[in-house]
């Protein structure tokens, strides 16, 4: 298993899907995580069903939407959460699924977002945004 965040913001460029980084390790039990290469990736070292998960905060702006998604071996969504006008708050947009994954495979948690501008995502010291897997079998 393996719980990861983002220490600083990172801008999300509007009508461009992103994979965010991801440069410190709550934990990482199995090498699932790199903070330098590949940091973008959770990377399945021991075949089985992971509980997978994402959430993101976003600095508040009214317009556009907000999609997060998991997207598995770098084109396949197999998760996605999405905020549509989230008001002139800090939305959180959040996906998480179980999916049986084989050695090698690797998941990333990629935003979206449409509001005409760049958009950063919010920083809360460890707490957003964060990646995790888990495995359940």
């Known amino acids: 298993s393996a719980r990861v965040y983002h220490s600083v913001a990172q801008s999300i460029p509007s009508g461009a899907a992103t994979a965010l980084n991801f440069d410190t390790e709550s934990f990482d039990t199995d090498a699932i995580h790199d903070t330098v290469t590949n940091n973008?990736?959770?990377t399945c070292k021991t075949a089985a069903k992971y509980l997978i998960g994402v959430s993101v905060l976003w600095v508040a702006n009214s317009l556009g939407r907000r999609i997060v998604s998991i997207r598995l071996n770098g084109t396949t969504n197999i998760a996605d959460g999405r905020e549509n006008s989230p008001g002139g708050q800090e939305p959180i947009t959040d996906a998480q699924t179980i999916y049986?994954?084989?050695v090698n495979d690797y998941v990333?948690?990629?935003v979206y977002q449409d509001l005409g501008a760049a958009l950063s995502t919010f920083v809360q010291s460890g707490n957003t945004p964060q990646f995790w897997m888990v495995r359940v079998d």
Do not use: G
């Open 100 to 102: 049986d994954l084989a």
């Open 108 to 110: 990333e948690a990629v």
């Open 40 to 42: 973008t990736r959770l």
